[in-house]
């Protein structure tokens, strides 16, 4: 079987980064104002380097109607492309 490489899973926080902050023009203070979330940690998780939790993918679906599973589905399968295990509180 072939493996995918890891480059082709994307951290929800960069594709974010495009899809939502760029898109809309937003800066970092208004995003995380709009999140309700310390500039520093939005920052944080949009470079890639902080794990999204279900309490952060319910303020971008808030905030933006991003649909939660899609973050979901996106943080797994670069958490496996990268080793790294599931969050204990994460069932899956």
Do not use: C
Not at 27 to 32: F, K, P, R, T, V
Not at 46 to 58: K, N, V
Not at 80 to 91: I, S
């Amino acid at each position: 079987m072939i493996k995918p490489h890891q480059s082709i899973f994307s951290h929800p926080g960069p594709w974010l980064a495009d899809a939502v902050v760029k898109e809309n023009g937003l800066d970092i203070g208004e995003l995380a104002r709009a999140l309700d979330q310390p500039e520093a940690d939005v920052a944080t998780f949009l470079q890639g380097s902080l794990r999204l939790t279900p309490e952060i993918a319910a303020k971008w679906e808030l905030a933006f109607g991003v649909n939660p599973e899609l973050l979901k589905k996106l943080q797994e399968g670069y958490d496996r492309a990268n080793g790294v295990a599931a969050a204990p509180d994460d069932p899956s």
